[in-house]
Each structure stands twice: as structure tokens, then as C-alpha cells.
């Protein structure tokens, strides 16, 4: 079977887009999404750089960038990976191309002078950036911040999951930020 021509996870679209190829999935989810961008760090490898993707196909993210190793599982992603506009990066060098396109905001809990998410002003086209879980992002990419952004918690760990972060910041950037935008 032609991937391009034979609808792949058709059990996980919807319905509209059951009748549809991969290819027009892909291109009717892509003329529809918003301005902006998700990037994960991905160094030794976690799995939830596949939600992050699914996160993205759920809430119209226009790119989803990963940098660092390039291989992940992609059966968390459960088929949304065909459907985004997917782009791996070798290297911070690569990320810091971004900066020309993106308002680079980090999206972590454990460092000083950080803006809670619900006080936060969105930017137009900001790159939304998450680190990998239990090491978060790195000072490299840190630097690179234009805004470092964290979500207020009211119980007791440190930090929340990736993948949870990234429904959470993107789910927000919707409802709360376009308005701004």
C-alpha cells in the first residue's frame, strides 16, 4: 500500500477525515492551524515528545520542531506525526535560525523570574519550548529565551509531565492568547 494514497491510524481521525488519503489529512489539518510553534529538546530520549506532537495535531500548532536525537517512538503520536508539520534539528545552531521567524518563550518551573502562564501576554508567533523530562531545558536554550513562562501548581511535586505542559500551554495559547495576538 501507497502510505501517500491509503489513510494510516484511520481508527484515531475523525470522522470527516476517514474517507481522506494521508496526504489530505495532512493538507486540510495544515491550512488550518494558528501562528505559532512548539520545539521539544530531546537529548537522551523521552517519550513524550509523541504527545507533545499529538498536542500540537490537537490544538493547530503551524510547526512542531524537535532538536537533539532524532530518533523517538512514535507510537504515542498515535498517527498525528503524519498529519504536522514535523521538523528535527540537529543542533542549537539550528535552533537559533528560529529566532528570525519566532518569539522564543521556555516553558519552565524551576528557574528565578518567571511568568506565571496566567498572567502571561502571549506574543505574536511564539515557539513554544519544552525540555525533556527530569533534566528540563537546557542553558543553552535558556538563553535563547525571549520569556520563560511557568505554570502555577498547587500541590506538591516540582514540576508537571511534558506532555502534560504542552496541552496545558498550548490549550491557553488558544483560549487566552489570540485574543492578544
Not at 1 to 7: K, R, Y
Not at 31 to 45: D, H, I, N, R
Not at 59 to 76: I, L, N, P, S, T
Request: glycine share 6%; net charge neutral.
Amino acid at each position: 500500500m501507497n502510505p501517500n494514497t491509503t489513510p494510516k491510524n484511520s481508527y484515531n481521525v475523525l470522522d470527516r477525515y476517514k474517507h481522506m488519503t494521508v496526504d489530505q489529512i495532512r493538507h486540510c489539518v495544515l491550512s488550518k492551524t494558528f501562528p505559532y510553534a512548539v520545539l521539544m529538546e530531546q537529548w537522551v530520549g523521552d517519550f513524550n515528545i509523541s504527545t507533545m506532537i499529538r498536542n500540537a495535531n490537537a490544538f493547530g500548532a503551524r510547526e512542531v520542531f524537535y532538536v537533539g536525537k532524532r530518533k523517538f517512538d512514535r507510537r504515542g503520536t498515535v498517527g498525528s506525526h503524519h498529519y504536522v508539520n514535523l521538523n528535527h534539528l540537529r543542533a542549537i545552531e539550528d535552533v537559533k535560525k528560529l529566532k528570525e521567524k519566532y518569539h522564543f518563550v521556555c516553558f519552565e518551573n524551576n528557574v528565578e523570574k518567571t511568568v506565571l502562564l496566567s498572567d502571561y501576554h502571549w506574543p505574536k508567533m511564539p515557539l513554544m519550548i519544552f525540555g525533556e523530562e527530569g533534566t528540563g531545558i537546557t542553558d543553552e536554550m535558556m538563553e535563547l529565551a525571549d520569556d520563560v513562562v511557568a505554570i502555577q501548581q498547587y500541590g506538591s511535586v516540582r514540576s508537571l509531565n511534558v506532555g502534560t505542559c504542552s496541552g496545558i500551554v498550548m490549550h491557553d495559547f488558544l483560549s487566552r492568547g489570540m485574543k492578544d495576538v
